[in-house]
């Protein structure tokens, strides 16, 4: 069990909201590049049509994406992103309202229209993005209701960059007394750990993949001991290091213990999204169960669920696993 009893009853999920279409096609051409994240890029020749094997229109976006989660975890959310006075911000609503999500508090933009991505999957579930951020990527900070949040978890996503919309939301989370976890995108980590650890240390559970927890430190993603002892004493409760097919680490900061779970086996179809999904199911996790090892297990099944499908929605879990259910997922201490 962690340290800390605070009871909580809601959370608030905030950062983006688009409308993606997922494009699948085996004709897109492998080549290696030493510089891709991966190794290698994704091509096709200019001037040509190419045969798509699918395509799928899904919403998307870090805070909506885990709004879901939290909602079909039985937990009233809330959902806070910026979207466009347009069809596609329509259906983001809608999309959030079926799975009953508070959508009060989204905002509109009436001069951006509402982000898009198009997601390009290569046969092997790797993907490029092609964003267009929109009106995601003007959050008003300041128009939040903070006081309406007393006692809230709220789950933060990437908000693009916007460093005054990042320092405003933390200082009033941690205003209200209420909960953060945090999955910074690369806009934010990009800031450095000198400037971030202050946010860092306001943070309850900090969420990151070991690339950027490593580009963070300032060191190779194989430090991985070095990694956990420059940020696993910042955040109050756990720090989260997913690592893709490797599987996923958490740090119990209140009692210097670090977890393992090896990735679910399942055939990889889409990775879009995968973050979301494990950082908001370990957080649900926290919040109904207390347990950093069930939390780990419940982020790995709806990770699961999302890379064995098309779309960032299509595959997170129906209803929070039982524990009976997480419990025979294997967690052990890390060897680091």
């Known amino acids: 069990m962690l340290g800390f009893t605070f009871s909580q009853t809601k959370v608030c999920t905030i950062g983006s909201g688009t409308r993606d279409v997922f494009i699948k096609s085996t004709h897109f ?14 091509c096709f020749p200019l001037g040509s049509k190419i045969n798509l094997d699918n395509v799928i229109f899904e919403t998307g976006g870090g805070a909506t994406n885990a709004a879901v989660t939290f909602a079909r975890s039985g937990i009233k959310t809330s959902c806070i992103c910026r979207v466009g006075d347009d069809d596609n911000g329509k259906t983001i ?20 229209q509402t982000g898009y991505s198009v997601i390009l999957l290569s046969g092997t579930g790797q993907r490029s993005i092609l964003v267009y951020r929109g009106a995601s990527r ?14 809230t978890w709220f789950y933060l ?31 934010e ?22 690339e950027e927890a490593a580009s963070v430190c300032g060191c190779k993603p194989t430090l991985l001991k070095k990694i956990f002892n420059t940020l696993g004493k910042l955040p109050r409760i756990a720090l989260v290091i997913t690592d893709g097919p490797k599987g996923a680490y958490a740090h119990d900061c209140p ?33 109904k169960t ?37 419990s025979r997922i294997k967690i052990s201490l890390a060897k680091l």
């Open 189 to 210: 980590l990009a800031q450095g750990l000198d400037k971030l650890q202050l946010y860092f240390k306001q943070t309850d559970i900090l969420i990151m993949n070991r």
């Open 138 to 151: 003007s959050i008003n900070a300041q128009t939040i209701p903070w006081s309406k949040f007393s006692k």
């Open 29 to 42: 051409e492998k080549q290696k590049d030493p510089s891709s994240p991966t190794g290698f890029d994704a």
């Open 93 to 112: 609503k809608k999309v959030l309202n079926n799975d009953k999500v508070q959508t009060d508090y989204i905002q509109t933009d009436h001069n951006a």
């Open 255 to 287: 009692n210097n213990k670090t977890y393992y779970t090896k990735a679910l086996p399942g055939k990889r179809i889409n990775t879009t999204g995968a973050g979301d999904a494990f950082g908001s199911a370990f957080t649900a996790s926290i919040i």
């Open 157 to 187: 996503t990437s908000l693009g960059g916007n460093r005054s919309a990042l320092k405003t939301i933390i200082n009033n989370v941690n205003k209200q007394n209420c909960k953060l976890a945090w999955n910074p995108g690369n806009a």
């Open 290 to 326: 207390n347990d950093i090892k069930l939390a780990l297990a419940a982020g790995s099944i709806n990770s699961l669920g999302v890379i064995t499908n098309m779309g960032a929605k299509a595959g997170l879990f129906k209803e929070f696993p039982g524990i009976k259910k997480l």
